[in-house]
T-cell receptor, first 111, second 113 residues
């Protein structure tokens, strides 16, 4: 069973605020990912990491940044939140078979 | 070009009946993996089943099976004996070579009592 956690689950915040979405996994997976998903729509990869000190941008342009200082931790930061950032953010990590296991997601609403 | 195509935006099935969710993919890489995920209204993505391109047999996991037709590049998900809790969005995904995983647009399944 996958053990991957995201906090907060829900966040309502005002425009211009800085926010950090937390993601951690206890499976020792090297690869981790962040996706953005609007309700009922497909997932868009915004960031990924192949291991400590490795971060790459995904297909969807995003104003967010990520860091990977520890294997188990992959936080995503928005320096200045805007209403266009309102979405669900899903974190995942993958095993050697490349199966991705997802966290419960963070639903972000920027007013 | 779209790598993963799910042509059914929505599907309905009667409880206890079987349902097939369609997925076609596009790749020229001989080595790839195909995945199905379930996303209930709560939002989390739940891994259901995996099929490798070199696997000779169709993957099965409990009530889920993957109808893998390599020549047609299709990887349909079959859910047998549908339950009300199966109502959710279902996403097909593919990973090829060193590329990132690509997801389809999803199919919303509704199980009727």
């Amino acid at each position: 069973e996958a053990d991957i956690y995201q906090t907060p689950r829900y966040l309502v915040i005002g425009t211009g605020k800085k926010i950090t979405l937390e993601c951690s996994q206890t499976m020792g997976h090297d690869k981790m990912y962040w996706y953005q998903q609007d309700p009922g729509m497909e997932l868009h990869l915004i960031h990924y990491s192949y291991g400590v000190n490795s971060t790459e941008k995904g297909d969807l342009s995003s104003e967010s940044t990520v860091s990977r200082i520890r294997t188990e931790h992959f936080p995503l930061t928005l320096e200045s939140a805007r209403p266009s950032h309102t979405s669900q953010y899903l974190c995942a990590s993958s095993d050697l078979q490349e199966t991705q296991y997802f966290g419960p997601g963070t639903r972000l609403l920027v007013l | 070009a779209q790598k993963i195509t799910q042509t059914q935006p929505g599907m309905f099935v009667q409880e206890k009946e079987a349902v097939t969710l369609d997925c076609t993919y596009d790749t020229s890489d001989p080595s790839y993996g195909l995945f199905w995920y379930k996303q209930p209204s709560s939002g989390e993505m739940i891994f259901l089943i995996y099929q490798g391109s070199y696997d000779q047999q169709n993957a099965t996991e409990g009530r889920y099976s993957l109808n893998f037709q390599k020549a047609r590049k299709s990887a349909n998900l079959v859910i047998s004996a549908s339950q009300l809790g199966d109502s959710a969005m279902y996403f097909c995904a593919m990973r090829e070579g060193g590329e990132d995983m690509r997801f389809g647009a999803g199919t919303r399944l509704t199980v009727k009592p």
